[in-house]
């Protein structure tokens, strides 16, 4: 096992506290060669450890709240109504309510192993919330740089109440992560945002258990959020060391969805550049996908492109009447950045970039819960009544 940078090839011990490439400034992958049968995953707890064999930390060390083995849910009419085959991962079932928890059981068992003593983030909000949580767990003092005013109510009560220092930053979240990374570079902390490679070691669970739960083999494509783009790109890395172990014998369509005010991925796409341009300013409902340059960008253009993939954008009311669609069709309650995923899936059939009848997996990345506001605003006031038989009579007959 050894960390290699993507661009270069350069090789870096496991054990090197690196999150660029130090010849050519790109972005890095960790490499394992695990030489098993899918056979030893039988009869294992449903967590994402079921696959410890393909995570490059020290078995020992392990720090879980048992995350992964989220639910896999076939949903019927609403793929009816869109007119595919889906299936929807619902990631909001993680202990914290969103997928980074698997990246940070990994990152938090990785920095054990490296005995460093303090842990740091720059978030939208979810990777704050999970990371607090699960340095409480291990003991580890925590900071998280959030851009003031832009994180959703829930996430911040998490960050806050597991004890992390929460500090609110006078800007958007690229310009956070630039701060925290040039703190992390002088050695005060170890960064565990999706720049480090072994958060997304973590996260490409997502992609074991999506084949496992379909009985090993691939679904037609994977639709998800698009942000700083490190899950599509572990997602992809998931499911290829899968097919590369001979577990599977395809691969899926990976479809990447962005918000329309924050897409340097699908402008990219739309040209078929390598690199991306970035968006300043980026603006959306779905803040959780609120970056404009997505530090993954070279592997989430590789994973769309080598997957013969594809990537689009949705508007926020496509992004919230999407959410509303999930919830009332499957009683699925997701947070805005996550519908993105539902959103671009309709958008993209009625283009026709998706055929009608493909079986797709739709990643729901965070629960609805995180962000109670955009829920309440959607919604009409309850109804007021007195407290008897009459009044309440009155309102069931009204419906
Ligand atoms: C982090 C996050 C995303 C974006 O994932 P990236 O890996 O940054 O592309 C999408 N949805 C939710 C709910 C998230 O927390
Ligand atoms: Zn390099």
């Known amino acids: 096992m050894l960390i290699r940078?993507?661009?270069?090839?350069?090789?870096?011990?496991?054990?090197?506290?690196?999150?660029?490439?130090s010849k050519c400034d790109s972005i890095l992958e960790v490499l394992i060669d695990p030489q098993v049968s899918k056979d030893i995953f039988k009869c294992r707890k449903s967590t994402m450890w079921k696959y410890k064999e393909f995570m490059p930390v020290d078995e020992s060390k392990i720090?879980?709240?048992?995350e992964g083995g989220t639910p896999f849910i076939k949903?019927?009419?609403?793929?009816?109504?869109?007119?595919?085959?889906?299936?929807?991962?619902?990631?909001?079932?993680?202990?914290?309510?969103?997928?980074k928890d698997r990246g940070m059981s990994v990152g938090i068992t990785k920095a054990l192993e490296l005995n460093v003593d303090t842990v740091g983030c720059a978030s939208t909000g979810n990777t704050s919330a999970s990371l607090a949580a699960y340095a409480a767990r291990a003991g580890l003092k925590c900071i998280v740089l959030l851009p003031s005013g832009k994180v959703a109510l829930g996430k911040l009560a998490q960050a806050m109440f597991h004890g992390a220092v929460v500090l609110s930053v006078n800007g958007n979240f690229d310009e956070a992560l630039e701060a925290v990374t040039a703190l992390a570079l002088e050695g005060e902390l170890y960064l565990l945002n999706s720049i480090n490679p072994f958060r997304l070691e973590g996260q490409k669970s997502i992609g074991f258990e999506i084949v496992d739960d379909l009985g090993?083999?691939?679904?037609?494509?994977i639709v998800l959020p698009?942000?700083?783009?490190g899950n599509i790109s572990a997602i992809w890395k998931g499911v290829r060391e899968f097919y590369e172990a001979g577990f599977i014998a395809d691969l899926p369509r990976m479809t990447g969805i962005q918000a329309e005010g924050a897409c340097p991925i699908t402008n990219a796409v739309r040209k078929g550049a390598e690199d991306i341009i970035p968006v300043e300013n980026p603006e959306t409902v779905a803040t959780a996908i609120r970056i404009g340059a997505?530090?993954?960008?070279?592997?989430?253009?590789?994973?769309?492109?080598?997957s013969?993939?594809?990537?689009?954008?949705?508007?926020?009311?496509?992004?919230?009447?999407a959410q509303k669609l999930l919830a009332r069709t499957e009683g699925?309650?997701?947070?805005?950045?996550?519908?993105?995923?539902?959103?671009?899936?309709?958008k993209m059939v009625q283009t026709g970039e998706i055929d009608q009848g493909e079986e797709v997996v739709c990643i729901v990345t965070g629960h609805l819960l995180k962000d109670p506001n955009t829920a309440i605003n959607a919604c009409k006031e309850p109804i007021s009544i007195e407290a008897n038989a009459q009044s309440l009579s009155k309102v069931l007959k009204g419906l």
């Open 294 to 306: 997505p530090v993954s960008s070279l592997k989430a253009l590789r994973a769309i492109y080598d």
């Open 226 to 229: 698009v942000g700083n783009a």
């Open 308 to 321: 013969d993939g594809s990537s689009d954008t949705v508007s926020d009311d496509e992004i919230l009447d």
């Open 332 to 346: 699925i309650g997701v947070e805005p950045a996550s519908a993105s995923s539902i959103a671009g899936l309709k």
């Open 5 to 21: 940078c993507i661009s270069c090839g350069a090789e870096y011990d496991l054990d090197d506290v690196i999150y660029t490439c």
């Open 75 to 99: 949903c019927d009419r609403l793929g009816e109504e869109l007119g595919v085959n889906l299936h929807v991962k619902v990631e909001g079932s993680n202990p914290t309510g969103s997928f």
């Open 63 to 66: 720090i879980s709240l048992d």
């Open 216 to 221: 090993w083999r691939s679904p037609d494509r």
